[in-house]
């Protein structure tokens, strides 16, 4: 019996990388997106990688009737992986409704799909930003969660809270929310990566368009944090790292007999700040970054990473891809785009 899962977000950039790893592990991924952070083209790439044609619904999750529709016209679902919403938290700090519209919004309806078509696995695309402005540097899943740093924190945060309270309410849902640190790179083939529309919001896509001459060159955002070199501290982890804990996620709460509630910091335990992350990918790319200190960004924390120990516990999920892979395949991934 196949296995479906449906992927929302699915042609984006985390997402599109799940789905490849879906499919390795025999499930039938089927994509719910609007493309607003992916091309159709993209799809083709997944065939090239996994050698099976996917099926794609052009929906916004935020239409409740449309999203129901397509749920409809399948007999059993197996799990729903969300990924759908939006996810730069520079940009919202300047755009908060939208933020707070879609990534809640969005969330509402699945979980309401997810008591109509009785789907008992949902695992969900959160965030380390729901930890806000750490007392540590370091996290684990039990460190406070501090007022957030930014709206796209927020909404994480709620969205959380929504996904437990509608837990409570049900007999035999299985949840797991993972917390994404920073996910960067592409898959090793370089037939799918990150496409951001318009001028990135996220570090290391400005780094491989400032690298090509996209980009004149990049601004680092704050050289004052306390830190070792005064530039802000994340745990950047291989993208397609990150994929393959929602499938190990999705496995393990096959396994369960019960109904169950977790969530897993996804991060690689290590620290990188801007520069290192720079210097990394001059040294493994051979080449030289135009760049140059400017002011903080609103919003941004001064420096988290993981404590990952629970995800290897609980899902036997630990980090493959080095910094420095995640660092070339970014590379060759940009080099490969003709746009
Ligand atoms: C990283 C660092 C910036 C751009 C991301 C995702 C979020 C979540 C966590 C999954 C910061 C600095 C950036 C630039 C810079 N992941 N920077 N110049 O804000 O940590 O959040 O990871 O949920 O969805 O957005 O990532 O790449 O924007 O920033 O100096 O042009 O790079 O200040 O210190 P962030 P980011």
């Known amino acids: 019996?196949?296995?479906?899962?449906?992927?929302?977000?699915?042609?984006?950039?985390?997402?599109?990388?799940?789905?490849?790893?879906?499919?390795?592990?025999g499930y039938t991924p089927i994509i719910i997106d609007d493309f607003r952070n992916s091309k159709p083209w993209i799809l083709d790439r997944i065939t090239q990688i996994v050698g099976k044609e996917i099926?794609?619904?052009?929906?916004?999750?935020q239409n409740e009737l449309a999203f129901n529709e397509v749920l409809s016209t399948y007999k059993a679902i197996y799990g729903i992986i969300h990924?759908?919403?939006?996810?730069?938290?520079?940009?919202?700090?300047?755009?908060?409704?939208k933020y707070y519209q879609n990534n809640i919004g969005s969330l509402c309806v699945v979980l309401n799909a997810l008591k109509?078509?009785?789907?008992?696995?949902?695992?969900?695309?959160?965030?380390?930003?729901?930890?806000?402005?750490?007392?540590?540097?370091?996290?684990?899943?039990?460190?406070?969660?501090?007022?957030?740093?930014?709206?796209?924190?927020?909404?994480?945060?709620?969205?959380?809270?929504?996904?437990?309270?509608?837990?409570?309410?049900?007999?035999?849902?299985?949840?797991?929310?993972?917390?994404?640190?920073?996910?960067?790179?592409?898959?090793?083939?370089a037939l799918i990566g990150e496409l951001p529309q318009g001028i990135p919001n996220n570090l290391m896509p400005y780094i491989t368009q400032t690298a090509k001459g996209k980009r004149d060159s990049l601004t680092v955002f704050g050289g004052d944090y306390h830190t070792p070199d005064g530039t802000a501290i994340r745990d950047y982890i291989h993208v397609s790292d990150l994929a393959i804990a929602h499938?190990?996620?999705?496995?393990?709460l096959e396994k369960s007999s019960t109904k169950l509630f977790d969530y897993l910091?996804?991060?690689?335990?290590?620290?990188?700040?801007?520069?290192?992350?720079?210097?990394?990918?001059?040294?493994?790319?051979?080449?030289?970054?135009?760049?140059?200190?400017?002011?903080?960004?609103?919003?941004?924390?001064?420096?988290?990473f993981a404590n990952a120990d629970k995800a290897?516990?609980?899902?036997?999920w630990t980090c493959k891809f080095s910094l420095k892979d995640a660092l070339l395949h970014a590379w060759e991934w940009e080099k490969s785009l003709t746009t």
Request: proline content about 5%.
């Open 1 to 25: 019996m196949e296995k479906i899962v449906i992927v929302t977000g699915g042609a984006g950039y985390i997402g599109s990388h799940t789905v490849v790893e879906l499919f390795l592990a």
């Open 116 to 189: 109509k078509f009785d789907i008992k696995n949902f695992v969900f695309s959160s965030s380390c930003t729901v930890y806000g402005e750490t007392l540590t540097p370091v996290v684990t899943e039990e460190s406070p969660i501090m007022p957030p740093a930014s709206p796209y924190g927020d909404t994480k945060i709620i969205g959380e809270r929504i996904i437990q309270n509608y837990w409570k309410t049900t007999s035999d849902a299985k949840v797991m929310l993972l917390r994404y640190f920073n996910p960067i790179g592409a898959h090793p083939s």
């Open 265 to 304: 910091n996804i991060g690689s335990g290590k620290g990188t700040s801007v520069l290192e992350l720079i210097k990394t990918f001059e040294e493994v790319n051979h080449l030289k970054l135009n760049y140059q200190i400017g002011n903080r960004r609103p919003g941004d924390v001064e420096q988290i």
């Open 312 to 316: 290897k516990k609980i899902i036997d």
């Open 247 to 252: 499938v190990k996620a999705l496995t393990y």
């Open 55 to 61: 099926t794609a619904h052009t929906v916004d999750c």
């Open 83 to 97: 990924f759908a919403a939006d996810k730069a938290v520079g940009e919202s700090v300047n755009q908060p409704i």
